[in-house]
């Protein structure tokens, strides 16, 4: 990481204790933060991220996914998969999603990354989480206390943390998606609804991947 001012440390250090706020308050809890990407786009899955963030370790730039360059995504990822407790990825594809629903999948996909993480927690620490904090949501199937904050990635380190998660890891996924269908261009829109892709389809119609249930 290129070498900051002390000044932009030090304003970069009071935006993330602006964003601990949360943390700080259930501090006496274990606690991860639950984030989804991919609700929206007419192609590929949806995939929820879980962090329970170490303390003691400084994860500068964390911001809600959508805030930040792809480029800085990408490092922040290893980053916080370097340096949290745990984490898990919960993955929910389109045929599923075709089957019971949008928000659904969404739910099925965030108990997923949350067992996935709390796994971890009990594999390396003999611990369990205490308390979730979702974006917007609560999710259905799980008995762990739950905060659901709206504009959470925006508010909550640990939200933010589990949003960079969801969405690079299916970023990763539409990419490796784009070589088998390079024609609907998912390398660049990662199955959202672009001019580009809504016009192939039409032209071309819908390839494996797609959203019958969007389309």
Do not use: W
């Not at 659904?104 to 108990?111: G, I, L, P, Y």
């Amino acid at each position: 990481m290129k070498s900051i001012s002390e000044e932009k440390l030090y304003i970069e250090r009071q935006r993330l204790k602006k964003m601990s706020e949360f943390e700080n308050k259930y501090s006496d809890y274990i606690i991860a933060g639950v984030d989804e990407a991919g609700r929206g786009p007419l192609a590929g899955p949806v995939v929820a991220g879980c962090v329970v963030l170490d303390n003691s370790k400084e994860i500068l730039f964390i911001n809600d996914s959508k805030k930040i360059s792809e480029k800085k995504r990408n490092k922040l990822y290893d980053e916080i998969i370097d340096k949290s407790l745990a984490y898990g990825i919960g993955i929910v594809d389109e045929k599923v999603i075709d089957e019971i629903n949008i928000l659904e999948a969404t739910h099925v996909a965030m108990k997923i990354a949350v067992d996935n993480a709390n796994l971890m927690l009990q594999s390396k620490y003999n611990k369990n989480i205490g308390i979730l904090f979702v974006d917007a949501l609560k999710i259905k199937n799980v008995g762990i206390k739950q905060v659901s904050i709206v504009h959470g990635d925006a508010l909550s380190l640990s939200i933010a943390a589990a949003s960079i998660l969801a969405k690079v890891s299916r970023d990763r996924m539409m990419i490796e998606y784009d070589k088998l269908y390079p024609e609907y261009q998912f390398i660049k829109n990662k199955g959202y609804g672009t001019k580009y892709h809504m016009d192939k389809i039409r032209k071309i119609g819908i390839c494996d991947i797609h959203r019958k249930s969007f389309l």
